[in-house]
């Protein structure tokens, strides 16, 4: 008997491997195929900048599934591949080692890839870019041999490097061209917070800088400010961002969102081409919450996009995707986030301590037209669970009394949740 098509995975990285942990517990017993151009099985790319950059031995923890996953579910693993063109009309794709692959269906989780400056390319010495464990683990060894680093760029990624080699001992510069820090993700009442901690924390942190010149030298790079500041380093971290990896969509045809570079899909993971699926940071997708497309470069996004194509891929009906949620660890803080950052928002605080508390804890409530749409939580996760129940619900008049951190939040949310939906209810019914 003819065997069916695979189903196609192309990317091994964090959806890829959710969405093949996802058919399988959905009952496919049929093949899949899961080609990634790393030569690594897929792991965990969070600890990248935090525990894995300050310590080789946290290597090994980081797999999304154990090593013997794959076997075990007879999933056709295909490590250091790299599919190079797919053609939708005949479903087949094409791979670096010469093989083609027939498949039924295709899922499209290729990631990103750091944005690079054009006078800095991938590989230049003594510049180092973040995105994969050998990324990670050559940033290390550089910081081992090093007492100072320049960090460029003052978002997650490069903060949370800055953090860690603060940890490390070294003396840490991060330069940032926008008057915040976490402009795209945070709105300034934070970015201002952290900004102060930073500093306090020995980080000299320049913002609103313009870099007029970077030159490689013989040893480290020159660094030199449009204001004539200069510094030379041994090691020089960029990290301004990601491009997504939606150049093998691009090739076949498929629509791309014109704004962020993304692979758009529908609310199934569908792209433009039949049978051919895309989750992750390459997947571009419209937010009920925001009313708008938007490509969410996290870890809890491409665990809920690979669930949702894996599933639509068995012809069946996914739960709907949970509020966006992102956290990021750095300088003693645990940051976590429900909802994204959106023009319009208002926010609110729950606490306010000084940038360099010990121990500091609080939250900043975001409202949009009244409706909670981001909150964010310093070191107060649980917190944050507790609002997950009134995401996208009135919450306006009882602003004041959430953001009163001595009032129980458990409690106040029940009170508010019965609230809102019950003038919810009762305006449908008009
Ligand atoms: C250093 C770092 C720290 C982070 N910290 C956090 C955090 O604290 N919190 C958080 O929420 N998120 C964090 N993230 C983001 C999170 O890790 C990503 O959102 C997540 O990994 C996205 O998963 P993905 O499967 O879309 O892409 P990836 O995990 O990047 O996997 C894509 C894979 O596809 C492969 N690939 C690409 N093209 C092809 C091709 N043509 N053929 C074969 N293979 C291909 C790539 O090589 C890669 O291995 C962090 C990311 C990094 C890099």
Not at 104 to 120: E, H, I, V, Y
Not at 221 to 229: E, K
Request: net charge negative; glycine share 10%; hydrophobic share 45%.
């Amino acid at each position: 008997m003819a065997q069916q098509a695979p189903i196609l995975i192309v990317g091994a990285g964090q959806a890829g491997a959710m969405a093949a942990a996802e058919l399988r517990k959905l009952g496919h017993a049929d093949r899949i195929v899961m080609v990634g151009g790393e030569r690594h099985a897929p792991y965990e790319r969070p600890p990248l900048s935090k525990a894995v950059l300050a310590d080789a031995g946290q290597r090994g923890q980081i797999g999304v599934h154990p090593a013997s996953f794959y076997a075990e579910r007879e999933i056709d693993l295909r490590l250091g591949t790299t599919v190079t063109a797919i053609d939708p009309a005949r479903s087949v794709a094409a791979c670096t080692d010469g093989s083609e692959i027939h498949f039924g269906a295709c899922l499209l989780a290729t990631g990103g890839s750091a944005r690079a400056l054009k006078a800095l390319p991938p590989g230049t010495p003594d510049v180092h870019y973040l995105r994969t464990l050998d990324d990670a683990d050559a940033l290390r060894e550089a910081m081992q041999r090093a007492d100072e680093i320049l960090v460029i760029g003052g978002g997650f990624l490069g903060l949370e490097t800055a953090s860690t080699a603060v940890d490390l001992g070294l003396k840490v510069t991060v330069l940032e061209s926008a008057d915040t820090l976490l402009g795209r993700a945070a709105p300034a009442e934070l970015g201002d917070w952290l900004a102060q901690r930073i500093r306090a924390r020995g980080v000299d942190l320049r913002l609103g800088c313009q870099i007029a010149a970077i030159e490689p030298q013989s040893q480290g790079v020159r660094v030199q400010l449009a204001d004539g500041t200069a510094w030379q380093v041994p090691v020089l971290v960029v990290a301004i961002g990601l491009t997504p990896n939606s150049g093998l969509a691009a090739g076949a045809g498929l629509a791309l969102h014109p704004g962020n570079g993304g692979i758009r899909i529908d609310e199934r993971g569908r792209t433009s081409a039949p049978n051919i699926y895309a989750a992750g940071d390459c997947a571009s997708q419209f937010h009920p919450l925001f009313g708008t497309e938007m490509r969410l470069e996290s870890w809890q996004s491409a665990n809920e996009q690979a669930r949702i194509a894996a599933t639509s891929m068995l012809g069946l009906e996914a739960a709907p995707a949970a509020t966006p949620w992102f956290w990021t660890d750095q300088f003693g803080c645990n940051v976590q986030m429900l909802g994204a950052a959106h023009a319009g928002i208002r926010y609110a605080w729950r606490e306010r301590p000084p940038g360099d508390a010990a121990s500091p804890k609080f939250m900043l409530l975001g409202t949009l037209d009244g409706r909670l749409r981001h909150a964010i939580a310093v070191n107060a996760g649980g917190d944050l669970r507790q609002l997950r129940a009134l995401f996208g619900l009135p919450v306006e008049e009882h602003l004041a009394r959430l953001c009163d951190a001595a009032l129980p939040l458990r409690q106040l949310v029940r009170e508010v949740q019965a609230d809102a939906t019950g003038r919810t209810a009762s305006l449908t019914t008009l």
